[in-house]
């Protein structure tokens, strides 16, 4: 359902929440390593401090990140962000003849002409029902046959979401509304026996509440809402402004059947063919998102201010196709092209939708990705849905199977990644309460709750999501293939999902109550490690140069007589 945001963080205030003891994520966790630690991290740091102490020294890898745009000029981003190398700045000319003129840092197929650029888009819901209402709106299901009667039955699903999304998104503010309503009471009973308004967590410690029960049941409850931040009745007012906010843009925008902001583009978003539009307006309307996303993978580590992000050697690729709203295909498809033409070795992707009209069009340029050697990196979305069952878009499997050879087809994307999100808590809680999971779709888990990463106007701030874990995942995959330049984007993907650290016994099956063993929740079965990771790597690049080695001397008319005890990679 459209409106479960809405509805979960209202949910946070209610009575029936239970804080846990460790209220608080650690400072910088998704950097820290398990065994050392005692913290579910990625053990990025272990890593590197593993590899100097080696002596191995990295090469520079180009992460392309897609997402909403990034503060380029960040103090802990500035020194780490891709800089095309064959642009002239400022010149208004195509120096490098890749169809982008000015193309810096990266581009936004999301901008149009003056400076503008989208900020809030419709859903595809409500593209698709636009577009099939159009040709089958006052249809007699009776006179249609073969695919046009599969098409309209479709429309029938897609209108029946559509309506179910509007009613819920009229109704969110009313439930949510009530849902609040008790919190409020809370702070108008205890302002009232304290006799001021501003409340303080200070106030609430204090307060003597003996034999007022009214006033005790008060205090009782401002104490859980304030252990999840709402520490005053302006924060509570700010989380009212904020749900307005949220169901205004669902109203007014995404599911708004007249709203059409891709006149900004200028562009028809119905020719797939033309690859050429947008502006170099990095950061667009809104970078909150995307600037998060970069610091996780790659913030100066080196500068001792802000964070230090999980690669040294990354430098992000700022590609803007996600506005607030579903992205499109043909623009996920040309920012995959783009990042992949100018050099990207890995597609951080943090975004996702439920349906995908012109899925095929994207497929193409995740095959031309794949065959380029990059690396794909997806978050598997914050529904709490099994991805074995429900549909997110992208995803791998190709809507159509590539042939491969005379007799193979892949039907798969074979160098993707889907990630999960990863709590910092242990035992049953390992998992984010919000984070979708499948045995068969999702490959293993990242930490993506309560992640301090870098944030607009040069500042820092929390996020939680599969949209963390993704970049996190991505970070050390950065480490692999700046470290690791001869294994291929297909032999990191299989070294991060075996180089997982087992994850035995049950945890809470995000969305629910039930339990359920963590190797029904994703294809590896584990959490990512850095540190496993490249010391598998390791073997596996020493393997490689052995066999090239080998079939060296077999070239040469030297053929070697170990040939038949060749490693395998």
């Known amino acids: 359902m459209y409106f479960k945001k809405i509805i979960a963080i209202a949910a946070l205030c209610l009575p029936v929440l239970t804080v846990s003891a460790q209220s608080k994520a650690p400072d910088s966790w998704f950097n820290l390593e398990p065994s050392k630690d005692n913290i579910n991290g990625t053990g990025g740091d272990e890593a590197l401090r593993r590899l100097k102490e080696k002596g191995k020294k990295g090469q520079t890898v180009i ?63 409500t593209r698709e029902y636009v577009r099939l209402s159009k040709r089958f709106a006052g249809t007699d299901a009776k006179m249609l046959h073969g695919d046009d009667k599969k098409t309209f039955e479709y429309y029938q699903k897609i ?44 106030d609430i410690k204090n307060i003597n509440t003996a034999g007022n029960t009214e006033l005790t049941a008060a205090v009782d409850m401002l104490k859980r809402v304030m252990a999840q931040g709402i520490n005053s009745r302006a924060d509570l007012d700010n989380a009212k402004k904020q749900m307005a906010e949220q169901v205004s843009a669902q109203l007014d925008f995404q599911l708004n059947t007249n709203y059409n902001p891709r006149v900004i583009v200028g562009d028809d978003p119905n020719d797939l063919s033309n690859r050429f539009y947008g502006s170099n307006d990095y950061e667009g309307p809104d970078a909150f998102h995307g600037t998060h996303v970069s610091g996780i993978i790659a913030a100066n580590r080196n500068n001792n201010v802000g964070i230090r992000g999980i690669a040294d050697n990354a430098r992000i690729m700022t590609v803007r196709c996600v506005p607030d709203g579903d992205e499109r295909d043909k623009d996920v498809a040309n920012a995959i092209y783009y990042a992949v033409d100018n050099g990207a070795s890995i597609i951080n992707m943090s975004f996702g939708k439920a349906y995908s009209p012109d ?63 990863l709590n910092w808590r242990s035992g049953e809680k390992r998992i984010a309460s919000f984070s979708n999971y499948g045995k068969k779709n999702v490959d293993l888990f990242s930490p993506g709750v309560a992640l301090y990463s870098t944030v607009p106007d040069g500042k820092y701030g929390n996020a939680s999501g599969t949209s963390m874990a993704c970049p996190a995942a991505a970070g050390v995959a950065a480490i692999l293939r700046s470290y690791y330049p001869e294994l291929s984007a297909v ?33 590896s079965g584990g959490i990512i490690s850095a540190p496993n990771a490249i010391e598998m790597a390791e073997k596996t690049a020493k393997a490689k140069k052995a066999k090239k080695a080998i ?19």
């Open 491 to 523: 032999q990191v993907k299989s070294i991060l999902e075996k180089s997982v650290i087992k994850q035995d016994g049950e945890v809470s099956k995000p969305g629910s109550t039930d339990k359920v063993k963590f190797t029904e929740l994703c294809v």
């Open 159 to 202: 209108k029946e979401a559509f309506e179910e999304a509007r009613a819920e998104a009229e109704q969110g503010m009313v439930d949510a509304t009530k849902q609040l309503k008790p919190i409020e009471d809370a702070f108008t009973t205890v302002e009232k026996s304290l006799g001021k308004k501003d409340i303080t967590p200070d």
């Open 359 to 421: 899925k095929k069009y994207v497929d193409a340029a995740m095959r031309y990705a794949a065959e380029h050697d990059v690396l794909l990196v997806h978050a598997a979305g914050n529904s709490a849905a099994n991805n074995d069952t429900e549909t997110n878009f992208p995803n791998d499997g190709y809507a159509k199977a590539v042939k491969r050879g005379l007799f193979k087809k892949e039907k798969q994307v074979p160098s993707w990644l889907e990630i999960g999100a």
């Open 551 to 569: 079939w060296r001397e077999a070239g040469n008319g030297k053929l070697s007589k170990n040939l038949a005890k060749e490693p395998r990679v």
């Open 63 to 125: 992460v392309a990140v897609l997402d909403s745009g990034v503060e380029i000029d960040h103090e802990d981003l500035q020194d780490v962000i891709w800089t095309n190398p064959n642009e002239i700045p400022g010149n208004n000319k195509d120096d490098d003849n890749n169809g982008y003129v000015d193309d810096i840092h990266g581009w936004n197929f999301l901008g149009g002409k003056d400076g503008k650029s989208v900020d809030h888009e419709t859903l595809e819901l």
